[in-house]
């Protein structure tokens, strides 16, 4: 089975400063890792996505996430928040080798930016 | 192109009431997606479609909900009777992995639903 974990439901940054959130995964056979985001009132939209090729990768908006296999890991960052980053963020996992393959939300967390 | 289409985008119905929800996926995507999200959680899977046929509906609660996707096209989901613990935003999804090999599923705004 597999699952995804989201350490801290609620984050805060100030605006320009670093931003992390964590993502861990539980997979037995080898994963498809995604980040979404979801602005208020509104769908998830795909900030970028793991599928075994470069382990650290470029999304949107200036995010990337690092695939780390021996920590289970696959945190986001963005090198400066802006206040239009505010929104939930979701790791999901998969094994995608076909499209009949579920994909596992985390719970998600929340990110504030601070002026 | 189109994005994924959802309507209505809000209900409030009492508990015991039914309601509907009817989703337009993009043109072309086979596969059709409904996820429950609970206030709080991430989107939970309730049914998938490949076409017009059930691929996954192992977490939809089959004595009050239902779904159908006719001609592999629209689809619609039901709740009859709705509980109050079946608030929550329904969310739609479409992808097309057959004929393009992405992964990425597309999502429409949802519909906020309210039991009260």
């Known amino acids: 089975a597999q699952s995804v974990t989201q350490l801290g439901s609620h984050v805060s940054v100030s605006e320009g400063a670093l931003v992390l959130l964590r993502c861990n995964y539980s997979s037995s056979v080898p994963p498809y890792l995604f980040w979404y985001v979801q602005y208020p009132n509104q769908g998830l939209q795909l900030l970028l996505k793991y599928t075994s090729a470069a382990t650290l990768v470029k999304g949107i908006n200036g995010f990337e996430a690092e695939f780390k296999k021996s920590e289970t890991s696959f945190h986001l960052t963005k090198p400066s928040a802006h206040m239009s980053d505010a929104a939930e963020y979701f790791c999901a996992v998969s094994s995608m080798k076909t499209s009949y393959d579920k994909v596992i939300f985390g719970p998600g967390t929340s990110l504030s930016v601070i002026p | 192109e189109a994005g994924v289409a959802q309507s209505p985008r809000y209900k409030i119905i009492e508990k015991r009431q039914s309601v509907a929800f009817w989703c337009n996926p993009i043109s072309g995507h086979a596969t059709l997606y409904w996820y429950q999200q609970i206030l709080g959680q991430g989107p939970k899977l309730l049914i998938q479609?490949?076409?017009?046929?059930?691929?996954?509906d192992s977490q939809l609660p089959k004595d009050r909900f239902s779904a159908e996707r006719l001609k592999g096209v629209d689809s619609t989901l039901k709740i009859q009777p709705a509980k109050l613990e079946d608030s929550a935003v329904y969310l739609c999804a479409s992808n097309h992995f057959e004929a393009s090999g992405s992964y990425e599923q597309y999502f429409g705004p949802g519909t906020r639903l309210t039991v009260t």
């Open positions: 479609f490949q076409n017009n046929g059930v691929v996954d």
